[in-house]
């Protein structure tokens, strides 16, 4: 394994709570700096994979299927056409994010890229045939996602983010 690649085996403290609350403050460390800048800070991740390949942030707003509450995401996106694509990947943890569950109950809502004004959008699962088209993009954007679909032991859900 390289100074910056990611194990190949499942880390044994992954499903940690520690792992988790790291999770959830550095998300909420990145958000905060990508709304105070405008995505001038906190739009790129340059973790694993994107150590030398830099990979682009949006920020995904999305309600508490339960409690109604606003919630905002950084997450990684390709560009397909006129849709964005994100990845339920939760660093390979055996659950999909609280993210994905809130858009498949609230489809409608909205993104914010770099520099740019929110945009409206409409969430849906993709297909199994536009599943199969765009995972070897979406590994080709950042290539450890492959690593956590065997360590997550789950289909890892692939969500296509439509203009509305």
């Known amino acids: 394994m390289g100074r910056f690649s990611m194990p190949d085996e499942r880390p044994s403290g992954l499903d940690s709570s520690l792992t988790g609350k790291l999770i959830k403050y550095g998300s909420k460390a990145q958000v905060a700096a990508f709304k105070l800048t405008n995505g001038w800070l906190g739009s790129k991740w340059r973790?694993?994979?994107a150590f030398r390949k830099p990979v682009r942030i949006l920020l995904l707003d999305h309600v508490g299927r339960k409690s109604g509450k606003q919630f905002t995401a950084p997450l990684l996106y390709l560009e397909d056409g006129p849709n964005l694509v994100i990845v339920a990947s939760q660093g390979g943890l055996p659950k999909n994010p609280q993210w994905y569950g809130n858009l498949v109950a609230h489809p409608d809502t909205q993104v914010r890229l770099s520099r740019q004004k929110a945009r409206p959008v409409r969430a849906r699962v993709?297909?199994?045939e536009?599943?199969?088209e765009l995972w070897?993009?979406?590994l080709d954007l950042y290539a450890d996602f492959a690593k956590y679909a065997t360590?997550?032991?789950r289909e890892i859900p692939v969500v296509v983010l439509e203009p509305r």
């Open 47 to 49: 973790v694993g994979a």
């Open 126 to 128: 993709a297909t199994p």
């Open 130 to 132: 536009e599943r199969a």
């Open 136 to 138: 070897p993009k979406l």
């Open 151 to 153: 360590w997550a032991d």
